[in-house]
């Protein structure tokens, strides 16, 4: 980690003595997540592998039994899979965060003069670049299995790009249970969360297929916008696909509800990690 020496900022301030800057902390710890990633690639291989065997159940298993309105199941389903998969893709990651806390990996980090903000959004920027790297196997797969692109390549690229966004926002959720759970185990068990959520959601069958009940969860839960700003910008208009509302519609309510996430959940992953 590289030290900045104390310096006059020229307004009378001075930057404290031996404090590396917030944007040198945020590089070396995304870096070194990443390099960690490079020489355990079982932890990518695992979730590539995880998110390929349930798109493939359901796209020859359970598929061939949903019927949806307006398009193909295979065209419907991809998109819900390469956006609900950033939970179980998040899930590996809390228990990871986790095993490094247990580890004293945390400790030793505080007694590095670097703040702590930039070293947990370091941590949190590699992992919605690992999330993004399978949503990204994802779609692959999912063109090879018969998924046909609506969209132009620039709606493509924007979902891609709003995938990156999706990412970064639940990096921050899943390194705080990942940070509060005391251990790989608790937090395995909190990353079970993610099931209820993706099923509770419009990735996998309309939600109008659900009970009543289940439908105003299912609608305005976070991840049925994302899904829905992703469907509707690879398969086209959104009218044509059977949704309710424009794609500005469920555009904004997804920005809202990341930028809703990181603003509660930043500050609580920050609070775990001095707590821990």
């Known amino acids: 980690m590289t030290d900045t020496t104390a310096g006059n900022l020229g307004t009378g301030l001075r930057r404290p003595e031996g404090t ?9 710890m995304a870096r070194r997540t990443a390099l960690k990633l490079f020489r355990t690639p079982q932890i990518l291989a695992i979730s590539i592998v995880q998110s390929v065997i349930f798109l493939l159940m359901f796209r020859y298993v359970i ?21 609900s998969g950033l939970l179980f893709t998040a899930g590996g990651s809390a228990v990871a965060i986790a095993e490094e806390a247990v580890a004293g990996l945390n400790d030793r980090l505080r007694s590095l003069p670097i703040g702590d903000v930039a070293t947990l959004a370091g941590r949190a920027f590699a992992d919605a670049a690992l999330m993004w790297v399978v949503g990204l ?7 090879a299995v018969g998924f046909g692109l609506g969209g132009s390549i620039a709606e493509l690229a924007l979902a891609l790009g709003l995938l990156a966004v999706y990412a ?12 509060v ?26 939600i109008d297929s659900m009970p009543e009940v289940l439908q105003v969860f299912a609608e305005h839960q976070p991840l049925t916008f994302m899904i829905d700003t992703g469907r509707a910008l690879m398969l086209g208009e959104t009218t044509a696909i059977g949704l309710e509302h424009s794609l500005g519609y469920y555009l904004i309510g997804s920005l809202i509800w990341s930028a809703a996430m990181i603003a509660v959940f930043a500050p609580l992953a920050v609070r775990a990690y001095r707590k821990d």
Not at 137 to 143: E, Q, S
């Open 63 to 83: 598929g061939g039994a949903i019927g949806v309105p307006g398009t193909s199941y295979v065209d419907f389903l991809i998109p819900g899979f390469v956006f």
């Open 181 to 206: 759970s005391g251990s790989s185990q608790a937090a395995q068990g909190l990353s079970i969360l993610a099931v209820p959520f993706s099923f509770l959601s419009s990735a996998f069958v309309p």
């Open 168 to 179: 970064f926002a639940f990096a921050w959720v899943f390194m705080w249970l990942g940070l």
């Open 137 to 143: 196997v994802t779609l692959a797969v999912g063109f």
């Open 20 to 28: 590396a800057s917030a944007l040198t902390t945020l590089a070396t």
